[in-house]
């Protein structure tokens, strides 16, 4: 069935990790577990022409989350120390769509790929606290994804970038709190090979391949460009 509907209602909680009690610092012992009222409802799409040997698929969901005592890492005393907190009530709402296809071309040439979009609404519902009616911290209305692979024969080809929005590292959605966004591009190559009866792939990999400066969490700067070099064994 090419098109296809879902939808469904579910009341779920989840429970603080050991690390969230209880590790140096940053953990809480008086967490209390995270409840969840969640709505979805979404659609999916597929459809494929044999003759073109080419097929896709996209499939989107829309939900409300409805959240009490939501369990996030906040900075305590400065920015570098950490700790978990209950933030109160959280009404959250938001989209994703996926969409992915593969293409072939004289059994040779392979391509697929995939492409992800997530908005998403995060507000802080805790009546009497400053930050109320702000996002609630590193939750970006905007993020998404894409990745195209292509191979040839025992050669092959990946490319994948990542971005995230714009976000606020405290809940007061000040100026000062503000978090600029940031992408990634990565990229890498392959090659299989056959060494006594044992498959063997050899991979290059460029990642942060601009060198991009970013934060995913302010004062803790993620890599620049780096590379890797990897052999793998099927035995």
């Known amino acids: 069935m090419p098109l296809s509907f879902r939808s469904f209602y579910k009341r779920i909680f989840r429970m603080p990790t050991f690390n969230d009690l209880y590790y140096t610092i940053v953990g809480t012992t008086t967490l209390r577990p995270e ?8 659609a999916q799409y597929n459809k494929y022409f044999s003759q073109l040997k080419l097929g896709f698929n996209i499939q989107a969901d829309a939900y409300i ?11 305590a005393n400065n920015l570098f120390r950490w700790s978990m907190i209950n933030l109160g009530a959280v009404a959250i709402k938001g989209l994703d769509i996926q969409t992915s296809y593969f293409f072939t071309v004289k059994k040779k040439l392979a391509l697929n790929g995939t492409l992800n979009y997530s908005y998403q609404e995060a507000i802080n ?20 994804s894409a990745t195209l692979q292509a191979s040839y024969q025992n050669w092959g080809i990946n490319y994948s ?27 890498s190559f392959t090659k ?3 060494f006594r009866k044992t498959a063997v792939v050899v991979a290059a990999e ?30």
Do not use: C
Not at 130 to 143: D, E, F, K, T, V
Not at 168 to 176: A, C, G, K, R, V
């Open 161 to 187: 970038f990542i971005y995230t929005g714009e976000r606020y590292m405290l809940p007061e959605n000040d100026p000062q709190n503000y978090l600029m966004p940031w992408y990634t591009h990565d990229l």
């Open 125 to 144: 519902k805790t009546t009497g606290q400053r930050s109320y009616g702000n996002l609630i911290p590193y939750a970006p209305r905007h993020s998404g």
């Open 35 to 42: 409840y969840a009222n969640q709505y979805n409802i979404g």
């Open 206 to 235: 460029v990642n942060n391949l601009f060198n991009q400066y970013y934060d995913v969490v302010i004062n803790y700067p993620m890599p620049g460009r780096n590379y890797l070099v990897k052999l793998s064994f099927n035995l």
């Open 192 to 194: 299989k090979l056959a």
């Open 65 to 75: 989350n409805k959240v009490q005592d939501k369990i996030i890492a906040i900075p």
